[in-house]
């Protein structure tokens, strides 16, 4: 537990680092409509490297779908619980925390849409969006990392377990990736979206480490 947390903070302290220098260093106008990014010569030759593929901003769009299934099973198997023991003392405690991290997950998501650090890129039907963390990446980050640590617990078959975790992973990967290839965001962006996402994985593993694998 005390590994996974410390894992945590430090990925938090990073950050709030990249925060930090976002706010800081290079910030110049090089966005839509003459909107200011930080570390501007980082972010605009990562982006002008890769260049906008809206195609993958669809494509991760839909697959960020899939986070929703896990979430529903796991909150699934907790209301069972609650209406088989009428006790929410006798639910599992980690599917209480897999709540908790789910709740922090949208306090953030509404947030970073309320502080603006850093604008998108491109322009959204026509709007300047915030951008800063990816918030698609964030979600899916952590509700399928908390997934493959849920799946230790509740299924059986290991062959099974370790497809499903593969096929969490997969869909981590090529979010993340496709996320940055689509040229919605800035490299910036996703870095703080895996940061944040991978944090609340670790807190949330590290909380839950005592119950049976």
């Known amino acids: 537990m005390k590994r996974d947390l410390l894992a945590a903070a430090i990925l938090l302290l990073g950050f709030f680092l990249l925060v930090l220098l976002l706010l800081v260093v290079d910030v110049r106008p090089i966005g839509p409509h003459g909107s200011s990014v930080g570390l501007a010569g980082l972010n605009g030759a990562v982006h002008r490297a890769i260049?906008?593929?809206p195609i993958w901003y669809s494509v991760?769009?839909?697959l960020g779908l899939t986070a929703?299934?896990?979430a529903l099973v796991f909150a699934g198997i907790g209301f069972s619980q609650l209406l088989r023991t009428r006790s929410l003392h006798r639910v599992d405690s980690?599917?209480?925390v897999l709540g908790a991290?789910?709740?922090v997950v949208l306090l953030l998501y509404v947030f970073f849409e309320l502080v603006v650090v850093n604008h998108r890129p491109i322009l959204?039907?026509?709007n300047l969006e915030a951008s800063f963390p990816s918030s698609h990446t964030m979600a899916v980050v952590s509700v399928m990392g908390t997934a493959c640590v849920q799946l230790r617990r509740y299924v059986a078959n290991t062959?099974?377990?370790r497809c499903l975790q593969g096929t969490a992973m997969l869909v981590v990967a090529i979010t993340v990736l496709g996320r940055l290839?689509?040229?919605v965001h800035w490299f910036t962006d996703i870095v703080g979206g895996v940061l944040l996402g991978s944090a609340i994985v670790l807190v949330f593993r590290g909380a839950t480490s005592g119950e049976g694998q």
């Open 101 to 103: 991290s789910y709740l």
């Open 51 to 53: 260049g906008v593929h």
């Open 60 to 62: 991760t769009d839909w």
């Open 159 to 161: 062959l099974v377990g």
């Open 94 to 96: 980690s599917l209480l």
């Open 68 to 70: 929703f299934l896990p």
């Open 181 to 183: 290839y689509s040229g």
């Open 124 to 126: 959204i039907d026509g």
